[in-house]
């Protein structure tokens, strides 16, 4: 069976550029060009958070037992989440390009835990956690998404910042939402 020369060079042709095509014009292509540069021009490590398997119970060094690879710098600062903070430079966490990872400390015991990323990637964010935890709901005024999770809650704002915010995925433990309930 022989095929015709314009078939094999069309053929051809869509070898050549269909994966440039992807890359460029496709926005998982971009994602992962972008992944692909930040591990070759920083220092910056990746971070892959299983936010059903985080507990209230973890402790600074669980923290960096399981990121061994993370620079985290850590001092006592009391904020309104916690009266330890560490935080990490990190390249992405869980597949979507980053910024920084910050983790609070409430008397011991992991308080949060907030994930910088590019608002680039607010649905692949989205996405990926819809994916973990399942269904979410809008909670409050409906600018932040809620997911519940097994050791606390997941926020994410519905939609990304259109000024230059900062976007963030956030993780609190069930002992920091009772502490923030209202009290009857």
């Known amino acids: 069976m022989t095929l015709h020369s314009l078939y094999k060079r069309l053929l051809l042709l869509a070898l ?15 994602r992962r060009v972008d992944l692909v540069l930040l591990s070759l021009l920083s220092d910056a490590k990746t971070m892959n958070v299983a936010f059903a398997k985080l507990q209230g119970s973890a402790r600074e060094a669980d ?8 620079p985290f710098h850590c001092e006592d ?13 990190i390249a992405a966490f869980n597949g979507a390009p980053a910024h920084f990872a910050a983790a609070y400390f409430r008397e011991g015991g992991l308080a949060a835990l907030k994930l910088a990323y590019r608002a680039d990637y607010h649905h692949y964010v989205a996405q990926e956690l819809y994916l973990e935890l399942g269904a979410a709901a809008p909670a409050g005024d409906g600018t932040v998404t809620r997911w519940p999770a097994p ?14 915010g900062e976007t963030a995925v956030m993780w609190l433990s069930q002992r920091q939402l009772q502490d923030r309930l209202p009290r009857p």
Not at 79 to 85: A, M, P, Q, S, V
């Open 151 to 164: 050791g606390g809650v997941v926020l994410l704002p519905t939609r990304p910042p259109q000024n230059a």
């Open 63 to 70: 923290l960096r037992g399981s990121f061994p690879e993370l």
């Open 16 to 30: 050549v550029f269909g994966p440039f095509f992807w890359l460029v014009f496709t926005n998982d292509g971009q």
């Open 77 to 89: 600062r009391v904020t309104e989440l916690g009266d330890r903070l560490c935080v990490s430079p």
